[in-house]
């Protein structure tokens, strides 16, 4: 099934709320499936901390549960850059200023 063409729209109540379009269904069901990978690493580091266990082995876990939220990142960003952005861009204007800004954001704020 191909994605559909990318953009943003606002909530159904005006509120802001952005969804993107055009996600690849592929791609969606892989980032859940980590997310709830990550999900059950957290409720393992949390029973970690509550058994008193050593500390070197929880933070070689919550390692693992930051790279796994980086791989979902990548993801995202990636599937954000081929649809959402490509279709802000090609449009020009102050569509393609306003995500330029967003993207430049997104990296300063995810790759520090």
């Given at each position: 099934?191909?994605?559909?063409?990318?953009?943003?729209?606002?909530?159904?109540?005006?509120?802001?709320?952005?969804k993107a379009q055009g996600v690849d269904p592929a791609t969606k069901a892989a980032n859940l499936a980590r997310l709830r990978r990550v999900e059950g690493q957290i409720r393992g580091i949390h029973k970690m901390v509550e058994d008193d266990r050593y500390c070197a082995d929880i933070v070689t876990q919550i390692s693992a549960a930051q790279q796994a939220l980086r791989a979902v990142g990548r993801e995202l960003i990636r599937n954000h850059l081929s649809h959402c952005a490509a279709h802000a861009i090609h449009a020009g204007g102050a569509q393609a200023t306003e995500m330029y800004d967003e993207l430049l954001g997104m990296f300063d704020k995810n790759y520090r």
């Open positions: 099934m191909a994605p559909s063409k990318a953009r943003h729209s606002k909530g159904p109540n005006g509120d802001g709320e952005r």
